[in-house]
C-alpha cells in the first residue's frame, strides 16, 4: 500500500501551486473566471484551435465551450476565422486584447512557479519534473493500456 504522505504531499502541492496563481493572476489584474483562462490558453497555445479541439482539451462538452467563448468574443480576446481545411469549424484567434492578456498569465504563471521553487536547487528541480512527469505518464497509459510505452 502506498504512504499516505504521498497523497498528503501531492494535495498539499496542488492546492499550493493553485493559490499561487490565483494570486499572480489576481497581481496580473487579469479579471476573467478560469474557464475563460483556460480557453485563452489553449487557443493561444494550439495551432489551428477550434471549438472542437478546445473541447478535447479541457474535457468540456461543446455547449459549455460555446458559452466561454462567446464571452471571450465579448471581451475583445478571441476572434473567429474562417478554417480553409474544413468549412464547418472555425479557427479561434487571440485579438491583440487576448495577446496582451495572455502575456499577463505567463506572467502570473511564471511569478507561482518562482515562489513555488525559489527554496529548490536546479538538481532538485530537475528530480522533481523527471518523477511527476514519470508518475503522470504511467497514469496516462495506464488509461490507454493498447498503447505502445515509450522507453526512458
Given at each position: 500500500m502506498p504512504d499516505p504522505s504521498l497523497s498528503e504531499s501531492v494535495h498539499r502541492l496542488m492546492h499550493a501551486y493553485k493559490y499561487l496563481l490565483r494570486e499572480g493572476v489576481r497581481k496580473q489584474n487579469v479579471d476573467l473566471p478560469v474557464t475563460q483562462i483556460r480557453a485563452l490558453k489553449g487557443i493561444c497555445r494550439m495551432p489551428e484551435c477550434t471549438a472542437q479541439s478546445l473541447a478535447l482539451r479541457l474535457q468540456r462538452d461543446k455547449a459549455q465551450i460555446t458559452r466561454v467563448l462567446n464571452d471571450l468574443i465579448d471581451a475583445g480576446a478571441i476572434v473567429k476565422a474562417d478554417n480553409p481545411d474544413d468549412r464547418r469549424s472555425q479557427l479561434l484567434k487571440p485579438t491583440a486584447r487576448g495577446k496582451k492578456l495572455m502575456a499577463r498569465l505567463d506572467a502570473a504563471e511564471e511569478w507561482a512557479v518562482a515562489q513555488l521553487t525559489r527554496n529548490l536547487e536546479p538538481d532538485d528541480l530537475a528530480m522533481f519534473?523527471?518523477?511527476?512527469?514519470?508518475m503522470a505518464d504511467s497514469v496516462r497509459r495506464?488509461?490507454?493500456p493498447d498503447e505502445p510505452h515509450e522507453q526512458s
Open positions: 519534473l523527471r518523477i511527476s512527469n514519470v495506464a488509461s490507454k
